[in-house]
């Protein structure tokens, strides 16, 4: 329920930030991230962790993970603002997809066939979601250039985030998730003021008001998707994320009129099935090193 709950209010931040419309994506990754800040703050006073969640050894570490996050961020926004909801949202599908193959690039980690193969069924499910667009190239239509751009950042994105999420992966042998997500927060807040110079614009009080609400609403997401993996394996709660397909369905629909397409809907479906298969595969090997480690003789 928490991780449902998580991505619920995931969604409804992607519907906040398109519902603003044309805004720099760096003034809205500043507000996504500085009123994340708020309810972050909040949650840790309340577990008294407060006063030890900014302590770190690693400070260079987690402005790299800053740096690489708020590059994936920008690049989803921009993506958010120029395709449909549910479009955007399935194409970061391609993250957890990319994780496994930038795992075996970068860390040298063994990938058998089985997830291989997942991942290659996976693209290609991408690619079907991403073909309207990517054949309007030839079309010259400004609406066609701007839905081809969207989904070039949205695959963008999803590439970086996965770049992010090996970084990640390295902070949380050592780091409390706490100080993860506060450094992040604070991190990008300040990187995304360097984006002032290049055009921030005056915003309509709605506007301004849609952008805090997607800012708190990124922070209290983070707090239920961490509060979810500490009640459940990972394993159980990561098939979850995709529940935010039907959302964005529903939300595009009901919010921005956005009808899904056939190509949407089958390639959604395809990465969604090899994303969960990720999933499990991952899981019977964690159950597999498990058993071995039981049944090792001890040393010395």
Same mark, same amino acid.
């Given at each position: 329920?928490?991780?449902?709950?998580?991505?619920?209010?995931?969604? $409804?931040?992607?519907?906040?930030?398109?519902?603003?419309?044309?805004?720099?994506? $760096?003034?809205?990754?500043?507000?996504?991230?500085?009123?994340?800040?708020?309810?972050?703050?909040?949650? =840790?006073?309340? +577990?008294?962790?407060?006063?030890?969640?900014?302590?770190?050894?690693?400070?260079?570490?987690? %402005?790299?993970?800053?740096?690489? &996050?708020?590059?994936?961020?920008?690049?989803?926004?921009?993506?958010?603002?120029?395709? *449909?909801?549910?479009?955007?949202?399935?194409?970061?599908?391609? +993250?957890?997809?990319?994780?496994?193959?930038?795992?075996?690039?970068?860390? !040298?980690?063994?990938?058998?066939?089985?997830?291989?193969?997942?991942?290659?069924?996976?693209?290609?499910?991408?690619?079907?979601?991403?073909? *309207?667009?990517?054949?309007?190239?030839?079309?010259?239509?400004?609406?066609?250039?701007?839905?081809?751009?969207?989904? %070039?950042?949205?695959?963008?994105?999803?590439? %970086?985030?996965?770049?992010?999420? #090996?970084?990640?992966?390295?902070?949380?042998?050592?780091?409390?998730?706490?100080?993860?997500?506060?450094?992040?927060?604070?991190?990008?807040?300040? /990187?995304?003021?360097?984006?002032?110079?290049?055009?921030?614009?005056?915003?309509?009080?709605?506007?301004?008001?849609? =952008?805090?609400?997607?800012?708190?609403? !990124?922070? #209290?997401?983070?707090?239920?998707?961490?509060?979810?993996?500490?009640?459940?394996?990972?394993?159980?709660?990561?098939?979850?994320?995709?529940?935010?397909?039907? #959302?964005?369905?529903?939300? $595009?629909? /009901?919010?921005?009129?956005?009808?899904?397409?056939?190509?949407?809907?089958? $390639? &959604?479906? %395809?990465?969604?099935?090899?994303?969960?298969?990720?999933?499990?595969?991952?899981?019977?090997?964690?159950?597999?090193?498990?058993?071995?480690?039981?049944?090792?003789?001890?040393?010395?």
């Amino acid at each position: 329920m928490l991780k449902i709950m998580s991505v619920a209010v995931f969604v $409804g931040m992607a519907s906040c930030i398109k519902a603003a419309g044309a805004v720099p994506v $760096g003034q809205i990754a500043f507000f996504r991230s500085f009123f994340a800040i708020f309810p972050i703050i909040v949650f =840790l006073a309340f +577990q008294g962790k407060l006063g030890t969640a900014f302590s770190t050894k690693r400070p260079l570490n987690h %402005i790299a993970r800053g740096v690489v &996050g708020v590059c994936a961020m920008g690049l989803g926004f921009f993506a958010l603002t120029r395709l *449909p909801l549910p479009e955007a949202i399935t194409l970061n599908y391609a +993250q957890p997809l990319l994780v496994v193959v930038f795992s075996s690039i970068f860390l !040298g980690e063994a990938i058998r066939v089985y997830r291989w193969s997942a991942v290659a069924v996976g693209l290609v499910g991408v690619l079907i979601i991403s073909w *309207p667009e990517l054949t309007l190239l030839s079309s010259g239509a400004a609406l066609g250039d701007q839905e081809v751009l969207g989904v %070039i950042a949205a695959l963008a994105g999803a590439a %970086i985030s996965a770049v992010a999420m #090996l970084l990640v992966r390295n902070l949380v042998q050592s780091e409390p998730t706490a100080t993860i997500v506060l450094w992040f927060s604070v991190t990008a807040s300040v /990187l995304a003021l360097f984006s002032l110079p290049f055009g921030w614009q005056s915003l309509a009080p709605v506007q301004a008001g849609l =952008l805090v609400a997607a800012g708190f609403c !990124g922070g #209290l997401a983070q707090i239920l998707m961490t509060a979810a993996y500490r009640h459940a394996e990972a394993s159980v709660v990561a098939p979850f994320e995709y529940t935010s397909m039907l #959302l964005g369905i529903v939300v $595009g629909y /009901l919010a921005f009129g956005d009808v899904p397409t056939v190509h949407m809907l089958i $390639g &959604g479906l %395809i990465v969604v099935a090899a994303g969960i298969f990720i999933i499990w595969r991952e899981r019977q090997l964690g159950l597999e090193r498990a058993r071995t480690r039981q049944a090792a003789p001890p040393q010395g």
